[in-house]
């Protein structure tokens, strides 16, 4: 993650690239409080988001040897990365 973007008024944002690898977790997405996946992006969606510095991403779960198993949609927050 050695993009970023920046919000007028806000802090700067890494941006996921495909490839990238990052904890799930109740921080980086609601979605996943009190668990944790290991996973690697596949791509981030073009899909926009109305809450600022959230976006949707295209991920793989991984396994304790990282490989893929299982492709997921999720909705992060990206600043929750830095």
Do not use: C, H
Not at 24 to 40: I, K, N, T, Y
């Amino acid at each position: 993650m050695n993009t970023a973007l920046a919000l007028p008024g806000r802090e700067t944002l890494p941006l996921l690239k495909p490839g990238d690898t990052f904890m799930l977790d109740g921080q980086v997405s609601v979605q996943f409080a009190g668990r944790r996946l290991p996973v690697r992006v596949i791509k981030m969606s073009a899909r926009r988001s109305s809450v600022a510095g959230w976006g949707w991403a295209e991920v793989y779960v991984l396994d304790n040897r990282g490989n893929a198993t299982e492709r997921r949609e999720v909705f992060i927050n990206l600043a929750a990365l830095n």
